[in-house]
């Protein structure tokens, strides 16, 4: 049969056992955690960031649709205008400046819509940077355990046994000599 302070002891040095396993399973699921964060963050910005790329291909398109029907909408009427004015006898230098008021025209709402996409494309690059830092920011948000800190999960437990058994082996001593 055990004595008391050998069943303490055993109790004590299980007890620690425990808790050095429980500080090492703590400290992997927190850098799990870490891993699994950083992963996220990353597929976020990327998320983000591709459906700003994809939002500035949509205005490009929209911005070369409506240059078209610009295009459009200017010859059309230039070639109204020539119809009427040769229906009506109409030539010269009134037409060349009424055409060249259509093309003014058109070349005014074409750099309208460069201007608004080259806009679009500067608040998207900010936009991106935003999304950069949101995801360092969040990256950051959770530190792995440090080496120090593992390694003191894991000491502590042990010198709290060592002590244990540093105060048994002392009254195991003082028993056998008295």
């Given at each position: 049969?055990?004595?008391?302070?050998?069943?303490?002891?055993?109790?004590?040095?299980?007890?620690?056992?425990?808790?050095?396993?429980?500080?090492?399973?703590?400290?992997?699921?927190?850098?799990?955690?870490?891993?699994?964060?950083?992963?996220?963050?990353?597929?976020?910005?990327?998320?983000?960031?591709?459906?700003?790329?994809?939002?500035?291909?949509?205005?490009?398109?929209?911005?070369?649709?409506?240059?078209?029907?610009?295009?459009?909408?200017?010859?059309?009427?230039?070639?109204?205008?020539?119809?009427?004015?040769?229906?009506a006898?109409?030539?010269?230098?009134?037409?060349?400046?009424?055409?060249n008021?259509?093309?003014?025209?058109?070349?005014?709402?074409?750099?309208?819509?460069?201007?608004?996409?080259?806009?679009v494309?500067?608040?998207?690059?900010?936009?991106?940077?935003?999304?950069?830092?949101?995801?360092?920011?969040?990256?950051?948000?959770?530190?792995?355990?440090?080496?120090?800190?593992?390694?003191?999960?894991?000491?502590?437990?042990?010198?709290?046994?060592?002590?244990?058994?540093?105060?048994?082996?002392?009254?195991?001593?003082?028993?056998?000599?008295?």
């Amino acid at each position: 049969m055990c004595e008391p302070a050998t069943a303490a002891l055993i109790i004590t040095g299980i007890s620690s056992v425990a808790q050095m396993g429980a500080a090492v399973e703590k400290t992997n699921a927190k850098n799990q955690q870490v891993v699994d964060n950083t992963v996220a963050s990353k597929d976020a910005y990327f998320l983000k960031t591709k459906q700003a790329n994809l939002r500035i291909i949509q205005e490009q398109t929209q911005a070369s649709q409506k240059k078209q029907d610009a295009d459009l909408k200017s010859m059309r009427s230039q070639g109204t205008a020539m119809a009427a004015a040769g229906g009506a006898g109409v030539q010269g230098a009134n037409i060349d400046q009424m055409l060249n008021d259509f093309e003014k025209s058109e070349g005014f709402f074409t750099d309208r819509i460069d201007q608004k996409l080259r806009d679009v494309k500067t608040q998207n690059e900010y936009n991106k940077l935003g999304y950069q830092s949101e995801a360092i920011n969040r990256i950051n948000s959770v530190q792995p355990v440090g080496h120090m800190e593992a390694m003191m999960g894991v000491v502590e437990p042990m010198a709290s046994f060592g002590l244990s058994y540093s105060d048994y082996a002392s009254e195991r001593a003082a028993v056998e000599e008295g």
